[in-house]
Structure formats: structure tokens, C-alpha cells
Nanobody, 123 residues
Framework: VQLQASGGGLVQPGGSLTLSCVVF????????IGWFRQAPGKEREAVAC?????YYRFAPRGRFVISRDDTKNTVSLQMNNLEPEDTAVYYC????????????????????WGQGTLVTVSS
């Protein structure tokens, strides 16, 4: 079982990035997927989660959009109008029995984690 996050990089404030999480070893449609982030010196926090529904934890709606393509075993996080405060390592995770709300609010934990991809927002 593996989750592979990619798409991070250096972007200027106001720019956009799309992160991708490709899962291997299990069927994506059996799991709820979450994007989390950890900024330097801060605790990891949930960003957005998607199962049969979506839940945005700390991601302002309209700036971040989570989506999934079960045919490609991929969950994406479209991030727009990025701010320096969005700088962090972004991780994707998978939970077999959680729903989007419980995964993102920490009621239930993830079963698997990806390796993270660094997003740096700076001019």
C-alpha cells in the first residue's frame, strides 16, 4: 500500500498549484482521502477530506478544491490564490472507515500516509 503525493513547489503569492495523491495497493473508492499540512514549527492540520462527501477543515472554500478520480486512483487538491501562510509540507492520507468529516476533524485517524510534498509560497 502506498500513497504518492506530488505537485508541490515554489509559487509566488496569488499563484496556484495542484497537488496530486496517487494511491497504490487498494481501491480508492473504498477509502476516504484527506490532505493535511504541516508548516514549520507548527502541528499538522487537516486541509480537506473527500469520501462520498467533502469537508474543508482549514482550507477556505473557493481557494482550495479537493476532488477525486477513482478511475485513476487519484485525489487532487487545487490551490488558488496562495498565501505565504500556506507554506507547508502537504501530506495525503487514507482511511478505510472514516468519512470526510471524521477524518478531517480528527475523530478518526488515517490508516495510511504519503510522504509529503513541499509547497513554498514566497516572492
Amino acid at each position: 500500500v502506498q500513497l504518492q503525493a506530488s505537485g508541490g513547489g515554489l509559487v509566488q503569492p496569488g499563484g496556484s498549484l495542484t497537488l496530486s495523491c496517487v494511491v497504490f495497493g487498494f481501491a480508492l473508492d473504498d477509502y476516504t482521502i484527506g490532505w493535511f499540512r504541516q508548516a514549520p514549527g507548527k502541528e499538522r492540520e487537516a486541509v480537506a477530506c473527500i469520501g462520498s462527501s467533502t469537508y474543508y477543515r482549514f482550507a477556505p472554500r473557493g481557494r482550495f478544491v479537493i476532488s477525486r478520480d477513482d478511475t485513476k486512483n487519484t485525489v487532487s487538491l487545487q490551490m488558488n490564490n496562495l498565501e505565504p501562510e500556506d507554506t507547508a509540507v502537504y501530506y495525503c492520507s487514507a482511511a478505510r472507515w472514516a468519512i470526510a468529516t471524521t477524518l478531517c476533524t480528527g475523530v478518526e485517524g488515517a490508516d495510511y500516509w504519503g510522504q509529503g510534498t513541499l509547497v513554498t509560497v514566497s516572492s
